[in-house]
């Protein structure tokens, strides 16, 4: 009976370990990077990233979509308060991340637009 506990134990382990290793549908899988459009907000937003509170992007790849927080930023892009922007960005596949960073690397290829935010 022990033995039947742990090994259906371990099965249920590996099954959990391997989902959480699938690239969700439309994120970056491995050893391949993507590139997209994306909307930035003009206001950052407080988010926590482990025990630090941090200011996040707020992000959307879509007018119509709702803002979602972007926690790690985007390699060679400075966000600047009060700025819309409308972005192109490459995702990189990071291979074996830290256990409290991304496993995409989000850079900058080009702004497309940038404009005051309206009031």
């Not at 439309?26 to 941090?54: M, N």
């Not at 892009?77 to 496993?103: C, I, Q, W």
Request: glycine letters at 8%; charged letters at 20%; one cysteine or more.
């Amino acid at each position: 009976m022990t033995r039947a506990i742990a090994s259906l134990s371990a099965f249920a382990l590996l099954a959990v370990g391997a989902c959480a290793q699938m690239p969700a549908v439309g994120s970056v899988g491995v050893g391949q990077a993507v590139e997209k459009t994306v909307y930035v907000a003009a206001e950052t937003r407080p988010c926590s990233t482990g025990v630090a509170r941090v200011e996040c992007l707020q992000v959307r790849e879509s007018v119509d979509q709702p803002w979602t927080l972007h926690y790690f930023g985007y390699e060679g892009f400075e966000h600047k308060p009060g700025v819309e922007y409308r972005l192109r960005v490459r995702g990189t596949p990071v291979a074996n991340p830290p256990a409290d960073a991304s496993s995409v690397r989000w850079s900058l290829i080009e702004i497309l637009d940038q404009k005051p935010a309206r009031p």
